[in-house]
Nanobody, 123 residues
Framework: QVQLVESGGGLVQAGGSLRLSCAASGRTFSRYYMAWFRQAPGKEREFVAAITWSGGSTYYADSVKGRFTISRENAKNTVYLQMNSLKPEDTAVYYC????????????????WGQGTQVTVSS
């Protein structure tokens, strides 16, 4: 069982930066693949980034590649999403997700989800 709690969202101007954190409970965090998704009003939840359990490999949606960076600190049971050069279209609720299997960007495959944190980017 894994519980996930996101933090770090807020209001930022276009071009600014935010760092989201996702704190996980449980002693086996290091064995979970982690990902970030987002959901804008009226839209489906979409994949943002994922990271393997070791942190050795990362994957990104084309829309955020080069601007966002996913990372993790297994000793702190935490995964991060550094978001730079933010755009108004990045406005959404951001969720972290965890699974013991590598499921990549499949939103329907992750077993554990956080409650989400709101990110609003003003133009």
């Amino acid at each position: 069982q894994v519980q996930l709690v996101e933090s770090g969202g807020g209001l930022v101007q276009a071009g600014g930066s935010l760092r989201l954190s996702c704190a996980a409970s449980g002693r086996t965090f290091s064995r979970y693949y982690m990902a970030w998704f987002r959901q804008a009003p009226g839209k489906e939840r979409e994949f943002v980034a994922a990271i393997t359990w070791s942190g050795g490999s990362t994957y990104y949606a084309d829309s955020v590649k080069g601007r966002f960076t996913i990372s993790r600190e297994n000793a702190k049971n935490t995964v991060y999403l550094q978001m730079n050069s933010l755009k108004p279209e990045d406005t959404a609720v951001y969720y972290c997700a965890a699974d013991q299997a590598w499921v990549g960007g499949r939103v329907d495959a992750y077993e554990y989800w956080g409650q989400g944190t709101q990110v609003t980017v003003s133009s």
